[in-house]
């Protein structure tokens, strides 16, 4: 074990993710167990400048492992952002005696951790997102219980869309990622799957096929569009307009982001948060925990956020065949 590591903090950043508490917990109590004091920051970055640090023990983290959101709360901070925040931030880390942190969030959370670990505050990202959009990493905290979550929602929909013989245009999260959609679109046997990674919105196409699968008889048109594509209420008039079929939108919308992890959200957060506890204790710094080719592995962050992830070939080939 590091002889340098004593205390270590935890905090979670960027958008809350169904799964971190049980992060939270796993390195609450991973590092208790190595004999480590623990120290809470609450609402992110926002909270460590603010000094929001709590001292935190095995109780700290009963009964969270089922719910959403995060116990330490969340927050995006412009002020870590700039040289100056963060030379306060890792102070801050300093006289509070914190030796390491772990950060749970994105790419922009792990950016603020490489900034601590440039100014001598060890630091282990733990990825936590429901897009995910993290390129080192095939799993993400959250995106399990955010997929399932919209899958059902859009079940629901169907069903009513079907009786009335409608178009749904139903919008997922993912301003910038369509792995809820693609996922989605999949899960729900959706007519159209609209992403943003494709740049390739062809409303005249979509009109088309809508006629074409109407005059073969389908009774629903289940389009999903991920969040970054355009307003889907706008979409949903013009395709009304275009095609003589009642169309409506539905906007998913923060449920998505919400409610009880699934048990692979808690699973892997567990294991995640106690591997970052492990890797500071091991001595390591500037490293993000991930999942790839079905194991639990460790990047250098730099490294991570230059990797680039896309969507997977084979599940949008195979996705446009499934969707006639
Ligand atoms: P996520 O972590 O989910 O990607 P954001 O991109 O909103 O979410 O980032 C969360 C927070 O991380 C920001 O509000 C900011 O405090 C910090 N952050 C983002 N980018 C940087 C950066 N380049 N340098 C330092 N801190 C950053
Ligand atoms: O990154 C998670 C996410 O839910 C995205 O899918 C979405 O685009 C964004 O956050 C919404 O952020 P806000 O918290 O500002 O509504």
Redesign the pocket.
């Known amino acids: 074990m590091a002889e340098n590591i004593k205390t270590i903090g935890v905090l979670t950043s960027?958008?809350d993710?169904p799964g971190m508490n049980a992060a939270i917990r796993a390195v609450v109590r991973t590092a208790l167990a190595d004999g480590l004091n623990v120290k809470g920051i609450n609402r992110g970055y926002s909270g460590l400048l603010d000094e929001d640090i709590v001292e935190m023990n095995a109780s700290s983290v009963s009964d969270i492992i089922q719910r959403g959101g995060t116990k330490l709360y969340t927050a995006?901070c412009k002020e870590m952002m700039t040289p100056e925040g963060q030379d306060k931030a890792a102070e801050i880390c300093k006289k509070h005696g914190i030796d390491g942190v772990v950060v749970i969030g994105?790419d922009g959370s792990f950016q603020g951790a490489r900034t601590l670990a440039a100014r001598g505050v060890n630091t282990i990202g733990v990825p936590g997102?429901?897009?995910l959009?993290i390129s080192c990493t095939d799993y993400t905290i959250g995106f399990d219980t955010?997929v399932n979550t919209a899958m059902e929602a859009i079940d629901k929909v169907r069903d009513t869309s079907t009786s009335h013989e409608r178009i749904s245009i139903i919008e997922v999260?993912?301003?910038?990622?369509g792995y809820?959609a693609l996922w989605c679109g999949i899960a729900n046997g959706a007519e159209e799957i609209l992403l943003p990674e494709l740049d390739n919105y062809d409303e005249k196409k979509i009109i088309a096929n809508i006629l074409e699968r109407k005059k073969a008889g389908k009774k629903h048109h289940i389009i999903i569009n991920a969040?970054?594509i355009g307003s889907s209420y706008r979409m949903a008039d013009r395709i009304e307009a275009a095609t003589d079929i009642e169309t409506r939108a539905t906007i998913i919308g923060?449920i998505?982001?919400g409610g009880s992890p699934t048990a692979k959200d808690r699973v892997y957060a567990s294991a995640m948060g106690a591997m970052a506890v492990d890797l500071l204790c091991a001595g390591k710094s500037n490293r993000v925990v991930a999942y790839k080719h079905g194991e639990f592995v460790d990047f250098d962050i730099e490294e991570a956020l230059a990797m680039k992830k896309n969507l997977d070939p084979f599940l949008l080939s195979m996705s446009s065949k499934l969707s006639r």
Not at 173 to 177: E, K, T
């Open positions: 960027g958008g993710a995006r994105g997102t429901i897009d959009d955010a999260m993912g301003r910038r990622a809820i969040e970054g923060h998505q982001r």
